[in-house]
């Protein structure tokens, strides 16, 4: 098999030099066509979680790795979250990649004028080429293998790296991948700050990054140098708003699944509440009674609360937690050693307090009370763009008041972190939250070039002579007309 090889030597500072072969040719090489190799690859991915073998040996594996090593989960947590939130979302995203695939790689024909009546004209899409994604620790699989079908459909050989911090998925996902991909085209590679530094000093087709807003910047620095795009997954701080009309039972539900799902460290978890003092009173009752219903009397004890990813985090929050002024009505209770903190709400919270000058990503919810819903909407619109908001109201006025006087990279109404778990919405952020968006077509286009064709033959020369010297004022008048659009319109 012939092939164009691309070397990535990668000069990382361990005990020997990684080298990945991956390259920007070999979905071509060896009369290999395109779309049958995109069709493929997906269907392998698909295997690995669907074989026999996989689901007798590996998949059990998968469950042990994300009860007891995974780092932003309980060591011994219950694996409804695991599966909720690592695997079955990444299954949902592969069946909808094969089932989708045949008519996203069909050519996008596209609307002509006088002048190209007769050609073909169409947007197809093509694999950038060599592509870098690099994931984060709080959903290791998720937050990897979801561009990784993306990139996988739109016809990319892919470099992985998973984060050290989670190191046992880490492990899982180098040992997963040459088994069920062409380890021509799928590579991973390991390491922490140092190894990735090294790894950015490479060019890549497209740099795909989900993780904060400090890294990014470097990678962003990086990718500069070799003019490479980038998509940038990150976060920020997402406003749950509250206002007028509600069902406070049902709001208390579902807004402490989405703050407490994964001890907080999600982020599109609601980061702060806003509503009237009316509903803030009615919410904490019920909010009282919810996180008794769902984590027991001792949070610390119930196998379905997580805990904070690493002594670090833990003392940072910790820390906000101390610095802030207001009042802690539920919760509040931690222990280091345990990297626990029990679900905790807090009043009394100002604009400016330590708890809302950064993403908390953790178990504290900081409500803050606001005079009317304009107000409310101005709260938001000083900060950064989040990347995701969520309103709570029975009143249609209320919540399209919001959607349209608000930027976020997602929205949802009365419900949180839903509206990410639908492959053929985007997911991505704007502005500080992120650049780019993917998941279902989405992704596809986010690791695709669309390429501009026109097929033309030889018809209507006469009519191209219209643009050949010498030049007149009649020719310019025909060509003008042949090759402006045609509209059934008339402007007044």
Not at 92 to 112: F, H, Q, R
Not at 215 to 243: F, N
Not at 445 to 470: C, I, K, Q, T
Request: net charge neutral.
């Amino acid at each position: 098999m012939s092939a164009i090889w691309q070397y990535f030597a990668l000069n990382i500072p361990t005990s020997k030099t990684v080298t990945c072969s991956v390259s920007k040719a070999v979905i071509w090489s060896g009369g290999r066509n395109v779309a049958e190799f995109q069709h493929q690859q997906p269907c392998k991915a698909f295997q690995t979680y669907h074989v026999k073998e996989h689901n007798e040996t590996a998949l059990p594996k998968l469950y042990e790795t994300l009860r007891e090593h995974i780092s932003c989960r309980l060591k011994d947590m219950q694996a409804f979250e695991a599966v909720l939130s690592e695997v079955d979302i990444v299954i949902n995203e592969l069946y909808y990649a094969i089932d989708n695939l045949s008519s996203w790689l069909k050519p996008e024909y596209v609307s002509k004028n006088l002048a190209t009546k007769l050609d073909d004209c169409f947007v197809q899409r093509q694999p950038l080429g060599v592509v870098l994604i690099i994931g984060p620790w709080n959903y290791p699989l998720q937050l990897l293998l979801i561009p990784l079908v993306a990139a996988i459909a739109a016809g990319n050989c892919v470099l992985i790296k998973p984060s050290e911090v989670s190191a046992a998925t880490d492990s899982l996902i180098a040992e997963l991948i040459p088994k069920y991909l062409s380890q021509d085209c799928y590579a991973v590679v390991h390491g922490g700050a140092e190894e990735t530094k090294a790894l950015l000093q490479n060019r890549f087709d497209h740099i795909f990054y989900t993780g904060s807003q400090t890294v990014a910047r470097s990678i962003m620095q990086a990718a500069s140098i070799h003019l490479t795009p980038v998509t940038l997954e990150l976060g920020g701080k997402c406003p749950c708003i509250i206002y007028g009309k509600i069902d406070i039972t049902a709001a208390a539900r579902r807004i402490a699944w989405a703050k407490f799902f994964n001890a907080g460290q999600s982020c599109v978890a609601p980061d702060y509440v806003l509503c009237s003092p009316a509903n803030r009173d009615a919410l904490l009752p019920e909010l009282r009674k919810v996180l008794e219903n769902f984590y027991g009397k001792d949070p610390q004890t119930c196998p379905d609360f997580s805990r904070i990813v690493s002594p670090r985090h833990w003392t940072r929050l910790m820390e906000l937690l101390g610095k802030s002024s207001g009042k802690v009505v539920l919760g509040g209770e931690s222990s280091q050693e345990d990297k626990y903190i029990a679900p905790t709400v807090l009043v009394d919270v100002a604009e400016d307090d330590a708890l809302m000058q950064e993403e908390i990503f953790g178990p504290i919810l900081p409500i803050l009370t606001i005079e009317s819903l304009e107000k409310g909407i101005e709260l938001i619109n000083r900060k950064e763009k989040p990347l995701a908001l969520y309103a709570f109201s029975d009143e249609s006025s209320v919540v399209n008041t919001v959607l349209q006087n608000t930027s976020s990279g997602g929205f949802c109404s009365n419900d949180g972190i839903i509206h990410m778990t639908l492959p053929s919405l985007p997911f991505g952020g704007v502005g500080a939250s992120g650049w780019g968006s993917y998941h279902g077509r989405w992704g596809f286009e986010a690791f695709s070039h669309r390429r501009a064709v026109m097929l033309r033959g030889w018809a209507l020369e006469r009519l191209n002579g219209l643009r050949y010297p010498p030049y007149s004022e009649d020719k310019l008048s025909w060509l003008r007309w042949t090759a402006s659009p045609k509209s059934s319109c008339s402007l007044m």
